[in-house]
């Protein structure tokens, strides 16, 4: 693998132990974690590792928001949260689907 330049993970949290492991095989090939609730038709976040950086963390951030995307962490009220402050994780832009297919009371519980 000397031309491979980067690898792309998704659909599941990158556990660390994976990145480090990751890390020690191939150091000269950038990890990109991609994050994407079933909500949105692509990835809508990403992270690119850094392995001095990121060898001790307990979890890998979700990272930053795709082209076209925006994230937003909400509270009950759907109240922006600020930077450090827990809340449910909001999606929108050109990657969020509609809804459900012929389920109405599921979109109804998950689009806004």
């Known amino acids: 693998g000397t031309s491979l330049k980067r690898v792309f993970a998704g659909g599941e949290p990158l556990a660390p132990h994976v990145a480090a492991r990751f890390a020690s095989l191939l150091p000269q090939v950038s990890l990109i974690h991609g994050y994407g609730p ?24 979700i990272g930053k928001p795709v082209p076209g995307a925006r994230l937003y962490v909400l509270d009950a009220h759907l109240a922006v949260q600020p930077c450090g402050v827990a809340g449910e994780l909001y999606i929108a832009g050109a990657g969020v689907a509609r809804g459900y297919l012929n389920r109405p009371a599921l979109t109804e519980e998950r689009f806004l």
């Open 38 to 61: 079933t909500e949105a038709t692509v990835d809508a976040a990403f992270y690119v590792l850094d392995p001095g950086r990121d060898r001790d963390r307990l979890r890998i951030p």
